[in-house]
Structure formats: structure tokens, C-alpha cells
């Protein structure tokens, strides 16, 4: 309703996952650098812990673009379950097989060891994820400490992920469970974002949904960290009926009687704390898990040392040849057309020459050629994962932006064209300059009309089943229901997972170019190194 008064592209409140309202404060940031650190020990155990709505998801999520090409990831959502139900869970979600109606925990173990050992002599590493931990019964812990005792000569076999609220940390410091605590190699609390957090938070949601001036106040920022004590989730839903009161009252800005008006429409009285908590509670039982995905350039640069590995698009295509180039905007081209002469070289990709791109339209323009638009923000590695000619933002020394198109892959180069000019850079030269921001080109499947949720139903739910089905190891078979169910959900959480992408089950675009990569196009790609390519 507010969206068109206050000029916005999109609502900046929401609190739907998009990776492109993602604020990482600091303390965000510590955590992931913990989390990694963890990863990279011989321990067993890597905790995180925090508040209901600070982040603790998304900065999960974010790791996952940390975790090294070769690497198998279960998942356990609700660990509210016995001990025998917790190795079933992880036996299914790793693709373990073991005896129909088997509740011995020794069968269990033994066919996960073996599993394991198998995985360690392919040189894959495995990783549990247990979400809302502090559920889990001290006889189930204690299995999992027992989990971690699956090892070789030269490292533990199996790395576990506990992310709860932070009863999770106080069980842990309890006597009889000291022997699990002596485990955790690396642990990390998320508190709630402070007063200069929450200017910058606000700043940045607004900023992505096309904000034209101030709307909050700094006035009120004080108050607003108040009222929602500084948690994320509580912001969105607070400022998101702040805007709408705004909007009733034909107001351009939000002032402090209306926040506060839009706190207590959502909270009841201020006062009651207890309230307050409770719907927090109930906001994780309404929301479930909420799957961010968080992506974010950071992440590229917690490894320096590791800038080439896990780029199978460029795999096979040698190291490439001559000197790299420098990303030096040339000083015969004005670079306030960087934008408009970026989008003309990535619609030369296209065989598009023909039209006159316009910045704040571009993706209008192609939706009459049948093709559409991706951009927010992404890693380095998972950019080029997508495998296809794309845009970038990106800043000189001074800080000013200007806009290049990456043309190709060449080895472990890059080539774009930048003002005109095609230029061959490393990928350290394109992470010196890049925030993320990227926009590219992509053709949809047939009836493919958007993003596509578990229980949804229609004709693409039959094209997804058989992409997925051809596209590994899933077995392939006849779909007699246009139904997104929970078989079909698993198969592509599993496609998604061997693709890198976040494995919510949601089939949203970069899901659906890996379906399509894995099956071949004539689409323009950054590397020919794909079977539909002519």
C-alpha cells in the first residue's frame, strides 16, 4: 500500500529471505570468521548461539559458501527427536542406507562410519548442520559427541554445526556435559545490533528499495533500538507498520509518535516484556526457519589463499595466457555512461545489438525477447558457478562506481569489457573492487512463472522432476502429480546442494540455471565448457 508513496521499486521491510537486503554488522562478520575457523580445525564441534531474529540462519547459510567444493552437508532442522531418530535423519539426509524399520543404534553407527571412511578416501569432507539445537535431550548430545569419536589417524570424520538460542550455551556449561563442551572449537554469541547498527541497518534495507531521502529520522533511530532491543527481525516488522502509519497519515517521513504507534499495534503494551518474547516465540513457529540467502562479498575474502579453488565452471579450460590487465577506467570515456555501455556489451552476448539499453529499464527491454533479469548481490564463486555473461558494480580507488561486463572465463582470468575496452584481469583484481552487485541475463523453462515453493502445484513442477531426475544420481521417474511434494523437495535439495546453492528446496532462478547448466543450452555462457553450448 505504502510502496508507491514513498517511491519505493520493492518493500524494504520485508521479511521474506533476499540476499539483497542483507546488512552483516560486525559481530556478524566475527561470527562467520569463528564458524570458518572451526571448520578448519581437527575439532568436532563449531556452536553458534543468539537471540530468536538476530541472524543466526543466515549467517549459517553464508557459510555454506565457505565450505570447499567437495564437501557433503546434512541438515536437521527440528531436533526434537530420540537418539535412534537422529541417526535415521542423518542416515537420510547424507543418502545412507540401512535395514527397513532398524532402531538398533549400532546399525546405525556402523553403516554412518563406513559412510564416512568412504567419503574420506574420495577426499570429501561431511558436515552436520543442526538448527534450533538447544532442543536437543542430553542423551541425544551425548550420541553426537559419540558421533565425533568417527575418526582416522589424521582427522575427526565428521564436523557438526549446533546454532541455537542461547539455552544452548547454558547447557553446555552444565557438569555432565563438559565432556561435549571440551569439543567446541569454536563458538560465538550474536548479540542485538547497537544504536549505530541499527542507523546503518535501516540505511541499507531502505537504500536497496530505491529510497529517495531520509524517511527515518535520526531522531527516532534511538527509539527504534529501543523498542525492538536491536534484533533484525523485530526491525523489519516494526518499520514495515511504522511506513504504512506514514502512509495513513500522508506523511513523507516517520516520526516518533508513529513508531511508537506501530510498536504497540504489533508488541500490546510496551511494558509487557513477557508479550514482547512471546512473540518472538511464536514468530519462529509462524516463520519456521527461515532460510536467508545470505551472500555477501565477505565471504570470498576469508580465504585469500584459496581464490581458485572451487571454480569447476573454469576447471578444464587451462591457466590462461599473456599479462594481466589492470581495472583502470579509460580516461577517454565518460564514466558516467559506465552503466549504459556495460549493459551494451552484455547484450552483444545476447545477439542483442539491436537495442538502446536504458538503466532503469534494461529488464523491461529483454522481457519483450523472452528473457529475464538477475541481480542483488553474490560471491565471486558463486557468480561464476551461474556461468553466464553478467554486469558488474564496481569502485575505483576514490570510491566512485563504474560498471564492467564479464565477457568470459579464461583459466583463472577474467575477461570483461570496460568502457569499451576488453581487458583480461585476475580475480583478485575483480575482489579488490566488488561489493556483490551483479545483474545478468536468463532464459526461463517454459511455464516457469516464478519462484516455486514446497506444495506449490502447476505444469513446471513436471519439468523440474524430470531436470532433476537427468541431472545426477537421482533415479528418474514417472510424476503422476504436478505437485511440489516432500520426495521432489528432497531430490532438489540435494541438487542444490551439489551445486552450491543454498538447499531450501526453493526453486527460484540461480536454481533453475544450474537445472538448465546440468542439461545443456545455447544460451551465452562464461566458459563453452557446457554440452549444450554450440
Known amino acids: 500500500m505504502y510502496r508507491e508513496h514513498f517511491s519505493f521499486i520493492e518493500l524494504p521491510f520485508s521479511i521474506a529471505p533476499d540476499p539483497r537486503f542483507l546488512y552483516m554488522s560486525e559481530q556478524h562478520r566475527e561470527a562467520m570468521a569463528h564458524l570458518v575457523?572451526?571448520?578448519?580445525?581437527?575439532?568436532?564441534?563449531?556452536?553458534?548461539?543468539?537471540?530468536?531474529?538476530?541472524?543466526?540462519?543466515?549467517?549459517?547459510?553464508?557459510?555454506l559458501e565457505q565450505l570447499r567444493e567437495k564437501t557433503d552437508v546434512a541438515f536437521i532442522l527440528n531436533?526434537?527427536?530420540?537418539?535412534?531418530?537422529?541417526?535415521?535423519?542423518?542416515?537420510?539426509?547424507?543418502?545412507?542406507?540401512?535395514?527397513?524399520?532398524?532402531?538398533?543404534?549400532?546399525?546405525?553407527?556402523?553403516?554412518?562410519?563406513?559412510?564416512?571412511?568412504?567419503?574420506?578416501?574420495?577426499?570429501?569432507?561431511?558436515?552436520?548442520?543442526?538448527?534450533?539445537?538447544?532442543?536437543?535431550?542430553?542423551?541425544?548430545?551425548?550420541?553426537?559427541?559419540?558421533l565425533t569419536n568417527l575418526e582416522t589417524n589424521q582427522q575427526k570424520l565428521l564436523k557438526i554445526i549446533m546454532i541455537g538460542q542461547p539455552e544452548l550455551k547454558e547447557m553446555l556449561q552444565r557438569s555432565d556435559m563438559e565432556q561435549l563442551s571440551q569439543r567446541v572449537t569454536a563458538r560465538y554469541h550474536i548479540g542485538p545490533l547497537s544504536r549505530d547498527e541499527v542507523r546503518a541497518y535501516v540505511d541499507h534495507r531502505l537504500s536497496v528499495a530505491g529510497a529517495k531521502g531520509v524517511i527515518f529520522p535520526d531522531t527516532i533511530i534511538g527509539t527504534l533500538h529501543r523498542l525492538t532491543r536491536g534484533v533484525p527481525r523485530l526491525m523489519n516488522v516494526v518499520c514495515d507498520r511504522a511506513l504504512l502509519g506514514a502512509y495513513v497519515q500522508g506523511k513523507a517521513t516517520v516520526d516518533k509518535k508513529t513508531l511508537i504507534k506501530a510498536s504497540r499495534e504489533i508488541?500490546?503494551?510496551?511494558?509487557?516484556?513477557?508479550?514482547?518474547?512471546?512473540?518472538?516465540?511464536?514468530?519462529?513457529?509462524?516463520?519456521?526457519?527461515?532460510?536467508?540467502?545470505?551472500?555477501?562479498?565477505?565471504?570470498?575474502?576469508?580465504?585469500?589463499?584459496?581464490?581458485?579453488?572451487?571454480?569447476?565452471?573454469?576447471?578444464?579450460?587451462?591457466?590462461?595466457?599473456?599479462?594481466?590487465?589492470k581495472m583502470e577506467w579509460p580516461l577517454v570515456q565518460p564514466v558516467k555512461l559506465s552503466r549504459e555501455m556495460a549493459y551494451q556489451a552484455l547484450l552483444r552476448e545476447w545477439n542483442l545489438s539491436d537495442m538502446t539499453p536504458m538503466s532503469d529499464?534494461?529488464?523491461?527491454?529483454?522481457?519483450?525477447?523472452?528473457?529475464?533479469?538477475?541481480?542483488?548481490?553474490?560471491?565471486?564463486?558463486?557468480?561464476?558457478?551461474?556461468?553466464?555473461?553478467?554486469?558488474?558494480?564496481?569502485?575505483?580507488?576514490?570510491?566512485?562506481?563504474?560498471?564492467?561486463?564479464?565477457?568470459?572465463?579464461?583459466?583463472?582470468?577474467?575477461?570483461?569489457?570496460?568502457?569499451?575496452?576488453?581487458?583480461?584481469v585476475d580475480f583478485q583484481e575483480i575482489e579488490k573492487r566488488w561489493l556483490g552487485d551483479y545483474l545478468l541475463l536468463w532464459k526461463a523453462p517454459e511455464n516457469y512463472k516464478g519462484i516455486i515453493r514446497p506444495g506449490d502445484k502447476g505444469p513446471q513442477i513436471v519439468w523440474i522432476d524430470r531436470y532433476v531426475s537427468l541431472s545426477g544420481n537421482n533415479k528418474s521417474q514417472v510424476r503422476t502429480s504436478n505437485l511440489y511434494d516432500l520426495d521432489l523437495v528432497k531430490r532438489v535439495k540435494r541438487f542444490q546442494l551439489s551445486e552450491g546453492v543454498i538447499p531450501d528446496g526453493v526453486v527460484g532462478p540461480q536454481t533453475i540455471i544450474h537445472l538448465i547448466n546440468r542439461q545443456g543450452t545455447k544460451e551465452p555462457l562464461l566458459t563453452a565448457n557446457n554440452k549444450g553450448r554450440k
Open 79 to 146: 531436533p526434537k527427536m530420540t537418539a535412534e531418530e537422529l541417526l535415521a535423519t542423518i542416515c537420510d539426509e547424507l543418502g545412507i542406507e540401512y535395514p527397513e524399520g532398524n532402531m538398533s543404534i549400532k546399525v546405525f553407527v556402523d553403516n554412518i562410519n563406513a559412510y564416512l571412511l568412504q567419503a574420506f578416501a574420495a577426499g570429501r569432507k561431511t558436515v552436520l548442520i543442526i538448527e534450533e539445537a538447544q532442543n536437543l535431550q542430553p542423551e541425544v548430545l551425548e550420541q553426537l559427541r559419540l
Open 37 to 63: 575457523y572451526g571448520m578448519e580445525t581437527d575439532g568436532g564441534f563449531v556452536m553458534l548461539t543468539g537471540e530468536v531474529g538476530t541472524g543466526k540462519t543466515t549467517i549459517c547459510r553464508c557459510l
Open 361 to 424: 529499464n534494461i529488464c523491461k527491454q529483454v522481457m519483450t525477447k523472452g528473457i529475464r533479469c538477475l541481480d542483488g548481490s553474490i560471491t565471486l564463486k558463486a557468480l561464476l558457478n551461474l556461468n553466464r555473461p553478467a554486469v558488474l558494480k564496481l569502485f575505483d580507488d576514490q570510491g566512485k562506481e563504474f560498471y564492467a561486463a564479464v565477457k568470459r572465463l579464461e583459466g583463472q582470468r577474467i575477461v570483461l569489457v570496460l568502457g569499451g575496452e576488453t581487458k583480461t
Open 267 to 325: 508488541f500490546g503494551t510496551l511494558r509487557e516484556k513477557g508479550a514482547l518474547l512471546r512473540w518472538m516465540a511464536a514468530g519462529v513457529v509462524l516463520f519456521g526457519c527461515v532460510t536467508a540467502i545470505a551472500i555477501f562479498f565477505y565471504s570470498q575474502r576469508m580465504h585469500r589463499t584459496e581464490k581458485t579453488e572451487g571454480f569447476p565452471v573454469a576447471a578444464s579450460m587451462g591457466t590462461g595466457s599473456g599479462k594481466a590487465e
